[in-house]
């Protein structure tokens, strides 16, 4: 096998020039426009002698797919990140969101976290397998979609629907890993193997209309304030899983938040629920909760017109995120039960994805495992359940396992780590960059060897 010895200092360069360069294309989501990230992927892929196909789904929606061929002896691997970014409210940064400004050893820039980081990283691994020589036993596939913060429709949607035979794969490496806890010396990275499933539902109330100032009773719109009271205090049924064991199982030798023994009650439910407020780090309270139980959160309300005239309709929308298992008929009887008969109203499912999971039971898997153990001597890795959707959910959904690259070095918190994802001030920091290229070149290389 042809390889040879990697200067990194010189790689830490190239990726830094080329994650700021990438950052400064702003792929805002709406309107999107990847078009412009995907051509600036292939310029570089092409450079270094790769052929590249560029789509769009609609004009300015872009996504591309290169190939770095093997020989075929095993099924390929798919390198998968999304172009497009949320976006940013620039008055409230201390430096331009899309500057890709370099600053006290770290890069600012929307996206540079969430995901643009990531899609440097396998850029540059493509990069130093081909400048390397190496003989793959897979082809190893780069995808790069648009329209992932908006649901995928354009982007990985668009492509397994249409275009699978190009991405078709037997393993998918993408977003969604976290490495950012470290509990009582452990550095904890969280692989992302499954991921909640979503329910958009909307409940309309009808009412007598009537002039304000002459009430009758109870309206729509007191209707539906009863229904969201009782909604927001409501707490899904406890629900685990084996993935919810190993995170609970993983933490809890660690964590110094409550007695082991009273932190895996949360499993079985002789923990109260009430006791995940003892835990400091926001984050991590939020990561459990949203693995243990269903959520129902209302986002949305509408109702009348005129300040002295009752509506005869309004409506309220309820952001529901279902776990494994689940399926938007359970989610709405579910719903029906925590309202308690307190009300009549109509249901809409505005929009729904499935959940979906992956087994750890395999080689890629064990391959992460050994290779964050690696490069971090204290490094565990445990898997978990996101609540937010990726679009490792299209290759799950064809039963493709997917896992979410947990690629940054861990930091104080959870909760910092989580809050640069979408938040001001997105940056990522060089030392985590170069973390992340070396861990994830190790993977792909031990993975396709």
């Known amino acids: 096998m042809v390889t040879r010895e990697i200067n990194w200092q010189e790689v830490t360069a190239e990726a830094v020039r080329v994650l700021s360069q990438y950052i400064r294309i702003d792929t805002t989501n709406p309107p999107g426009n990847e078009i412009e990230g995907a051509l600036f992927l292939k310029e570089i892929l ?26 075929g002896t095993l099924s390929p691997l798919l390198l998968l990140h999304h172009i497009d970014v949320v ?27 969430d995901c643009k980081s990531l899609g440097v990283m396998e850029l540059m691994v493509l990069l130093l397998l081909k400048r390397g020589g190496f003989k793959s036993r897979r082809d190893i596939i780069f995808l790069a979609t648009g329209d992932e913060e908006a649901g995928g429709k354009h982007g990985a949607e668009w492509m397994a629907k249409n275009h699978f035979d190009l991405i078709n794969a037997g393993s998918v490496v993408n977003e969604g890993g976290v490495g950012g806890l470290t509990v009582n010396r452990k550095n904890l990275y969280l692989c992302q193997t499954a991921e909640k499933g979503v329910c958009w539902i909307r409940l ?11 009430p009758g009773g109870p309206t729509c719109v007191s209707d539906m304030a009863t229904v969201i009271e009782r909604i927001s205090k ?23 938040f409550m007695k082991e023994e009273r932190f895996q009650g949360l ?40 300040t002295n005239v009752i509506p005869s309709e309004c409506y309220c929308e309820i952001d ?38 992956s087994g ?6 064990s391959i992460i495992d050994t290779t964050v153990k690696k490069h971090d001597s204290e490094a565990k890795l445990i898997p978990f359940i996101s609540a937010g959707a ?11 396992p997917a896992y979410g690259f947990p690629q940054l070095k861990v930091g104080d918190s959870l909760s910092s780590h989580l809050e640069k994802m979408h938040g001001h001030n997105e940056r990522v920091s060089i030392d985590s960059l170069l973390h992340g290229i070396r861990a994830l070149y190790d993977i792909v290389f031990e993975f396709c060897s």
């Open 234 to 256: 409501y707490r899904s049924p406890l629900q685990t899983s084996p993935i919810t064991t190993k995170f609970i199982e993983g933490f809890a030798r660690e964590q110094r």
């Open 204 to 214: 309309t109330f009808q009412g007598t209309p009537g002039h304000a100032s002459m």
């Open 390 to 400: 990726t679009d490792s959910r299209f290759f799950r959904e064809k039963g493709i």
């Open 46 to 71: 092409e450079g270094d002698g790769f052929e590249c196909i560029v789509l769009e789904s609609e004009k300015g929606r872009g996504n591309i797919v290169s190939r770095y061929k093997g020989d």
């Open 360 to 365: 750890i039971s395999t080689e890629l898997y």
């Open 267 to 306: 499993l079985d439910g002789t923990t109260s629920p009430d006791s995940l407020d003892e835990i400091p780090d926001k984050g991590l309270k939020n990561i459990l909760n949203s693995m243990l139980y269903n959520t129902f959160v209302p986002t949305v309300v509408r109702g009348g017109n005129k």
């Open 320 to 357: 529901c995120r279902m776990l494994p298992g689940e399926n938007p008929d359970s989610i709405i009887q579910e719903l029906k039960e925590a309202c308690g008969g307190s009300a009549d109203f109509d249901i809409e499912i505005l929009g729904s994805s499935v959940p979906t999971e």
């Open 87 to 113: 976006p940013a409210e620039a008055d409230k940064w201390d430096y331009p969101p899309f500057s890709g400004k370099v600053l006290k050893d770290e890069i600012w820039g929307r996206g540079a976290f």
